[in-house]
């Protein structure tokens, strides 16, 4: 049974920084492509980094540009988001996404694995 098991999330104060994991089992994810996304109360989920497959290339928001990291350790079967300078409207459910379809040039993720989530609350 594939699965990806978000881990990291917490309560934080402005400014404050977390470190998100997500780690996958039931199969390899080094040939895939790997995102964050998020959702806040009352919002539609939104995109929030993606990297490819081999991590040579990233992709981040820009509501989170320069304050927001995603990388991955392959051998760990595992992608992170390191989140930096973290704000009030950062407070969400991150979400941890997998494409089904190995080696993609770009990102869509219109077929992919999710994650049950973990919560990311930030204090003013």
């Known amino acids: 049974q594939v699965q990806l098991v978000e881990s990291g999330g917490g309560l934080v104060q402005a400014g404050g920084s977390l470190r998100l994991s997500c780690a996958g089992y039931?199969?390899?994810?080094?040939?895939?492509?790997m995102a964050w996304f998020r959702q806040a109360p009352g919002k539609e989920r939104e995109f929030v980094a993606a990297?490819?497959?081999?991590?040579?290339?990233?992709n981040v928001a820009d509501s989170v540009k320069g304050r927001f990291t995603i990388s991955r350790d392959n051998a760990k079967n595992t992608v992170y988001l390191q989140t930096n300078n973290l704000k009030p409207e950062d407070t969400a459910v991150y979400y941890c996404?997998?494409?089904?379809?190995?080696?993609?040039?770009?990102?869509?993720?219109?077929?992919?694995?999710w994650g049950q989530g973990t919560q990311v609350t930030v204090s003013s």
């Open positions: 996404a997998a494409d089904t379809r190995p080696r993609r040039p770009g990102y869509d993720f219109v077929s992919a694995f």
């Open positions: 990297i490819t497959w081999s991590g040579g290339s990233t």
């Open positions: 039931g199969r390899s994810f080094s040939n895939y492509n």
